[in-house]
């Protein structure tokens, strides 16, 4: 069956980097569109970032654009998102899932918290 999992978040301080990870199986993950949502407290979802089945095209929220950037390892079929000089508007839980605003968004993961806070 599908699995997204995320890992790769915790605690940082304002200006720091992480880099989460989204190891995705049963399905074929070089075929399709990736994106990271997010969901800060008390606040519903925001789309972060996507990309294309071919790993170009990416696409950024305004919020997050020239700090983060997707990307994905097709050999390890895990999607990335790296994230610098982080913000505490950047505090969330972090989704993946598969697909696209256009399309929708098929499956989820879990989530991984990111907390930025001195």
């Known amino acids: 069956q599908v699995q997204l999992v995320e890992s790769g978040g915790g605690l940082v301080q304002p200006g720091g980097s992480l880099r989460l990870s989204c190891a995705a199986s049963?399905?074929?993950?070089?075929?399709?569109?990736m994106t990271w949502v997010r969901q800060a407290p008390g606040k519903g979802l925001e789309w972060v970032s996507c990309i294309d089945d071919s790993g170009g095209s990416p696409t950024y929220a305004d919020s997050v654009k020239g700090r983060f950037t997707i990307s994905r390892d097709v050999a390890k079929n895990t999607l990335y998102l790296q994230m610098i000089d982080l913000k505490a508007a950047d505090t969330a839980v972090y989704y993946c899932a598969k697909g696209n605003s256009a399309e929708g968004y098929e499956y989820w993961g879990q989530g991984t918290q990111v907390t930025v806070s001195s």
């Open positions: 049963g399905f074929t993950f070089s075929s399709n569109y």
